[in-house]
């Protein structure tokens, strides 16, 4: 979850994880929003990183 508080250009989180040997990345928003701000995983998740970014 993306707890942060707004911030231009550094309140995002990119996260990047591993499942099933594909990679995938999202762009969490700070909460709350109306939009992504938290990611729930299934058991066998690798999580390679979380970064603080900009706008998504």
């Known amino acids: 979850m993306n ?3 707004p911030s ?3 309140d995002h989180i990119q996260a990047t994880w591993v499942f099933e040997g594909r990679t995938w990345d999202r762009c ?5 929003r ?4 938290k ?5 066998g998740v690798e999580l390679k990183s979380l970064v603080w970014r900009g706008e998504c």
Request: proline share 20%; hydrophobic share 30%; charged share 5%.
């Open 8 to 10: 231009p250009g550094s």
């Open 28 to 32: 969490l928003h700070f909460n709350p």
């Open 39 to 43: 990611l729930s995983f299934p058991t």
């Open 34 to 37: 109306p939009v992504d701000y």
């Open 3 to 5: 707890n942060g508080f």
